[in-house]
């Protein structure tokens, strides 16, 4: 299996290097992944569940990093096994650009190859879960690389009294509603006898289940 592509990431180029070498920002990235523990300077263990068509298994890997170059390049090479399901091992070839400042272009370059039960399953499944799987973490690291957008500066005081209508134009206002109010404060605390904050996070847990399970 080959695979490769380029992202954009609104971060610089060093951030985005400290990134990929931080454990717990990789955890979070891979989907599926249940842990990744760093056993030497430039080597990594993992687990992930992985689904493939009907089946499913979860993936015990070793990673390696080699040819690095901080913070432009480095090699990836690793193996999984998941038991009864097969193997996976390979490698891949990963460069950062630096497109600006607070810019900069990931490129990645992937070989790898299977066995066992995978090998069976075909290899237009295994790409496209693959390819989705990659999406996915690359959506996630990318988002979580980005810096937060700059808060909104409150308007002066000053600027609010100038903007607004005289008292004596104005027609006749209801009582004001507390300060802070938001759409939240108008929703009933614990719709069909569930905390607001519960369906909120069921929302989320069902979008990252639906991504998760769309190859079945």
Known sequence: MDMSGERRIHAPRQRVWDALNDPEML???????????????????????????????KFGGKVKLENINAPISYTITGEGNGGAMGFAKGGADVALEEIS??????????????????AQLGARLIDSTAKQMSDQFFDRFAAAVAPPPPAEAPMPAAMEIEHAAPAAAAPRALPAAPAGISIFDLLPEAPLGIPLM???????????????????
């Open 198 to 216: 519960a369906w909120g996070g069921g929302a989320i847990w069902l979008v990252i289940l639906v991504l998760l399970f769309l190859w079945r």
């Open 101 to 118: 400042a607070e810019e900069t272009l990931l490129k990645y370059a992937v070989k790898a190859q299977v066995g066992g039960k995978m």
């Open 27 to 57: 955890r979070a990235s891979i989907p599926g992944c249940e842990s990744v523990t760093r056993t030497a300077e430039d080597a990594f263990e993992a687990k992930v569940s992985l689904k493939i068509g009907p089946m499913a298994a």
